[in-house]
C-alpha cells in the first residue's frame, strides 16, 4: 500500500477505517488471483456508552485504548487489526479460514472479557460482540464482506452480547 495512504487513528495508533477498506479491498484481489481465503472480524465493545455516562469520556476513551493494545498483541504482523469507529474495530486475515477466524474471534472476545481496567470510580470490565465473515463464501466484495459481518455482528448483539456470530 503507498505511504499516503498510511492513515492511523490518533486514539489507538491502529490503521483507520480508510486504511482498513482499501488494505481489504487489495488482500481480497490478491486472494482472487491466488485462489485464497480473506477473514474478516467485526468487533464492537458492549455497552460503551454506559462507560462514558457512568465513567465519564476519559475512562472510554481508556478502554477503546485497551482494546487496540490487545488487538496489537494478539494478532500477527500479516493480520491487520484496525479501528473501524467509534468502538468497533476490524480485523482482516489473509489465508484464513472462516472456522480459523471464528477460533480467534473467541479467543479474543475471552481476553477482553478477562480485562480490568482501573479508573477513579472502580474497575471497569468488558465485553464485546463479533460478527465474522470470510471472502468468497459470504461476498466478492469490501462492501458485500463487512455488511455480512456486519450482519453477524447485530445477530451477536441482539441475542445478548459478549459473543461470536458467524455470517450467514
Known sequence: MEPSLVT?????G??????AQEALKQNISL???QGLSVA???LDIDNLKMINDSCNHHNGDLVIQKVA???KTTFRDDELPCRYGGEEFLVILLNTSIDSAYEQAEELRLAIKSLKISSEQGI???TASFGVACFPEHGETVDQLIQKADEALYKAKSQGRDQVCLAS
Open 31 to 33: 486472494a482472487k488471483q
Open 124 to 126: 471497569i470490565t468488558l
Open 40 to 42: 474478516i472480524i467485526l
Open 69 to 71: 493494545e490487545l488487538l
Open 8 to 12: 492511523k487513528d490518533e486514539l489507538t
Open 14 to 19: 491502529l490503521y483507520n477505517r480508510r486504511y
